[in-house]
């Protein structure tokens, strides 16, 4: 009888531990922590800190991807710091891509409004989820999971993606492997790409020989 006593208390203790502090907005003067941002101190958190108005406005899509991604993250939105939560905004000019990319820190929860979006994700055991999003679809893309959009209409696409977490992080495969100095020989025997195929991918985005 003692036992699940005892048990129901721990996870009533347990459950009420979230609601200790009612929120963690960011302090982006005090030193980071293993946890990310500091906490501001509540007596200098004001309604301000947990609005942000920089999604109404399109990212620049005149660059190599064709694409804009603008964030509502910690780093931009001090209020959402500690919530397990954020959001972006996504631009996609006709044409434009996300290439394979992974976020380690959340999943993603992507909510298209305006366009057409091809969308897809690869499982870990190479099993590729590939669909055509139209406004009002939305898809999941789990956390750390090789993932893409592409605009698959010939008019701008517009979408929202939402995370698990203030965040999540962001690593793009072609940037991984052509944007930086790992040497043209070494990508060459771990991708079995050719060698001036790889040069001219350095080539346009950045990376060194």
Known sequence: MIFPIFFTFFLLLSSSHASVQDFCVADYKAPDGPAGYSCKKPAKVTVNDFVYSGLGIAGNTTNIIKAAVTPAFAAQFPGVNGLGISLARLDLAPGGVIPFHTHPGASELLLVVQGTIIAGFVASDNTPYLKTLNKGD??????????????????????????????????????ALFKNDLPTELIAQTTFLDASQIKKLKGALGGTN
Do not use: E, K, R, W
């Not at 893309?141 to 993606?161: D, K």
């Open 138 to 175: 939305i898809m999941v893309f789990p956390q750390g999971l090789l993932h893409f959009q592409v605009n698959g209409g010939g008019t701008p696409a517009l979408a929202f993606p939402s995370f698990s977490s203030p965040s999540p992080g962001l690593q793009i495969l072609d940037f």
